[in-house]
């Protein structure tokens, strides 16, 4: 909620005490490099310090004024009301903040992800009367991207760990990981904040330093601290160096916020006005099914509900979808009219000698748990010649481009050195085998791709390598990008592989889906077949385009 512009002297609220389980993650922004917090890993920056005044009485109720701000403008709004202390004589925060301000493209770039979602977070930060700092968490967190995974297992825009997304409710399972979902997972980092904010009395940096390394790292800093007679506050804990580089960049961005002009630095507007409308579909749905009836792309889809893992939502809920606010109404008016056979489509499969649940699951991209359910099994045990209904994807699964399995092997990567390509996995291939064949890493191989080095390679999947130096010709690898100068427009044709998509396509030459739809003639409807050649313009675009 907003007013009419007031000065007011702002107190938060939230005192007492109470104790929690730790929190074992990693910070966020990497020191150099490109600093998309992707699907697969995110580099660990320094982590430090964040709270506000030590002066601020937290034993009176929390009167907030919300300022307004300029109409338009999601920025301004919470520009208007940055509280937080920002320490800008931290060695630590100034080093963040010169990254940040000699890399625009970066904020360019979490710019657009932010989009759809920061509107949500800054109403529902307002309505617990929290500082508008926190709505940047998710910039030093993820980067804003919605399918961000760390390798201590962090997952979404908010970065829980499996083991505190349960904590809080985070549903996970085969289907669903409501540690991506946005109102769920904004809903969990908000109430663990407000729970930190208690324990540590009001100490922001505290706050921050807990959400990061886990309150007892920080409790238990403290308390040795306590013992040598030495300060309390959060720079002179001893914690771990990620923590000491944490809160610097979130105080860097929110300065960065405060005073873009001083830096000689922009911030790409943001409507400040929701973007998305929840919508209950009362049931499991495919997501071809949804982006169809709302006239959406299947990459739009799953960029607002990023905690659907596969092609449908979970069988058991949550039954309900977020879509762009001017999709929903018709939407929820068509779904509402659906049948059981318009949502899903359903296969019957007739048990053979040697199949098994998960055997079956496996074939039909489903999990065993769902079989149960449909086909009212109580465990393992099925017969030859028995019958089962089995759910199924209405469209082939290269469709499905920003489900779990086609991420991890899309091209979904940070860059690495010099020219990118395209490995195909053969039966037999292992990580270890592609990694020195090409002279890399099995990490570096796992972070271009987003994968865990016990990931299973899966034959006809594709991985993103990254060589410094051209390949030759009977190299099992297939270049993928082109150069082109700025002043020169060069025209690419591209032939269309098994599981492409329009979005991994304009990812992979730094294109957008419309301006590949321009160029080729077909919308967002249009499915890719194998051997089809797509028109690509790099450098200098046509001037339509």
């Known amino acids: 909620m907003r007013y009419p512009c007031l000065a007011m002297i702002l107190a938060l609220i939230l005192g007492a005490c109470s104790s929690s389980p730790p929190r074992d993650r990693s910070g966020a922004v990497p020191e150099d ?18 709270r506000l005044s030590a002066a601020r009485d937290y034993s009176r109720p929390a009167v907030r004024t919300i300022i307004s701000a300029e109409p338009g403008d999601l ?82 825009i908010w970065q829980f760990i499996p083991a505190t997304g349960r904590r809080f409710g985070l549903k996970q399972n085969w289907w669903y990981d409501a540690r991506r979902d946005i109102i769920a997972a904004t809903e969990a980092a908000l109430t663990y904040l407000q729970e930190l904010h208690r324990e540590f009395n009001g100490d922001w940096l ?32 001893k914690l771990p160096r990620e923590t000491h580089g944490y809160v610097p960049s979130l105080l860097a961005v929110a300065e960065l916020v405060a005073d873009p002009e001083k830096y000689r630095i922009s911030l790409k507007p943001i409507p400040d006005t929701p973007y998305f409308r929840k919508v ?54 068509r779904v509402a009219g659906l049948s059981d056979e ?16 998960g055997s079956i699951a496996a074939r039909y991209h489903t999990d065993v748990a769902t079989l149960r359910q449909v086909n009212a099994i109580r465990g393992n045990t099925i017969r030859a010649g028995q019958s089962l209904l089995i759910p199924a994807s209405r469209q082939p699964l290269n469709y499905y481009s920003l489900s779990a399995p086609v991420r991890w092997f899309g091209d979904l990567s940070p860059a690495g050195d010099g020219q990118r390509y395209l490995y ?55 270049r993928v990008a082109h150069t082109a100068t700025a002043d020169k427009q060069e025209r690419v044709r591209y032939i269309v592989r098994e599981g492409d998509s329009l979005w ?15 160029w080729n003639g077909i919308d967002h409807r249009h499915l890719l077949q194998p051997g089809q050649s797509l028109d690509i313009y790099l450098g200098k675009p046509p001037t339509d385009a």
């Open 280 to 333: 209950e579909v009362g049931s499991q749905i495919d997501l071809a099914t949804v982006a169809q009836i709302a006239d959406l792309a299947i990459e739009e889809v799953y960029t607002l509900n990023p905690g659907i893992n596969h092609w449908a939502t979970d069988p058991k809920g949550p039954h309900y979808i977020l879509l762009p606010v001017d999709k929903a109404q018709s939407f929820s008016e």
């Open 504 to 518: 991994q396509i304009s990812r992979r030459y730094g294109v957008t889906v419309q301006q590949l739809q321009k």
């Open 342 to 357: 318009e949502r899903l489509k359903w296969t019957a499969h007739e048990v053979k000698a040697g199949d098994t649940l």
């Open 33 to 50: 490099g490109d600093q998309t917090a992707t699907p697969a890993r995110r580099s660990i920056p320094e982590v430090a310090d964040l």
């Open 206 to 237: 505290l706050v921050l330093a807990a959400y990061n390394a886990g309150e007892r790292n920080v409790a238990r800093a403290l308390e040795n601290n306590r013992k040598a007679g030495k300060p309390m506050d959060f720079w002179s804990l």
């Open 424 to 478: 195909t996995i053969k039966r037999g291939d292992t990580l270890w085998d592609i990694s020195r064949q090409y002279g890399i890493s099995v990490n570096r191989l796992c972070t271009w791709n987003g994968i865990s080095d016990r990931a299973v390679l899966q034959p006809g999947m594709q991985l993103t390598v990254w060589v410094k130096q051209d390949l030759p010709a009977e190299a099992e690898i297939v």
């Open 75 to 156: 920025w301004e709004r919470i520009r208007q009301n940055l509280v937080l202390e920002r320490h800008l004589d931290r060695t630590s925060t100034q080093s963040k903040l010169k990254w940040y301000v000699n890399n625009q493209e970066y904020l360019d770039r979490v710019a657009d992800r932010a989009i759809p979602y920061l509107h949500y977070i800054v109403e529902q930060l307002e309505q617990r009367q929290m500082p508008l700092d926190l709505a940047l968490l998710p910039i030093v967190e993820s980067a804003y991207h919605p399918f961000a995974y760390s390798p201590s297992q962090a997952s979404g």
